[in-house]
């Protein structure tokens, strides 16, 4: 699996991007796709092949690192400089390496797919996650 090699200080929200507030479960960087653990409502790194309920179903990218029980901002919709290089016009799915983000041609066999967006240029990427509960 080829994730985007995301540089966590390069990650910077866009104009009307849609924003929540909560506390990270586990240590998190900028750049990550996370999803609120149903039980413990913190973030953790969302992953298309984990057992963990939700965790196939990224909430969003978040916008600054912590560690647990630390204060975290979540881009849930929007544009977002993901500090990655894109191909312009790619869509971008939730990876199998614990909040990473890949193109379509790398999600395996049995894994969920999760698109997390579309890249409106080779470094800007419109959050708008679909996740439509298949496998493939």
Not at 31 to 60: E, F
Not at 65 to 82: E, H, M, R
Not at 87 to 113: K, Q, R
Request: hydrophobic share 45%.
């Amino acid at each position: 699996m080829v994730d985007l090699v995301v540089t966590p200080a390069n990650v910077v929200t866009g104009a009307d991007a849609s924003v929540t507030h909560g506390f990270a479960g586990e240590t998190l960087l900028a750049g990550q796709a996370v999803y609120m653990d149903p039980t413990t409502r913190k973030w953790l790194k969302a992953d298309n092949n984990s057992a963990a309920p939700g965790a196939k179903v990224a909430g969003g990218i978040a916008l600054n690192g912590g560690s647990i029980n630390q204060a975290v901002a979540i881009l849930t919709s929007g544009p977002i400089t993901i500090g990655a290089a894109m191909t312009l016009g790619t869509p971008y799915f939730l990876g199998d390496t614990p909040g990473g983000i890949c193109p379509e041609a790398d999600i395996a066999a049995g894994e969920s797919v999760c698109q997390i967006g579309l890249a409106l240029s080779t470094s800007v990427l419109n959050v708008n996650i679909v996740a439509p509960g298949i496998s493939r």
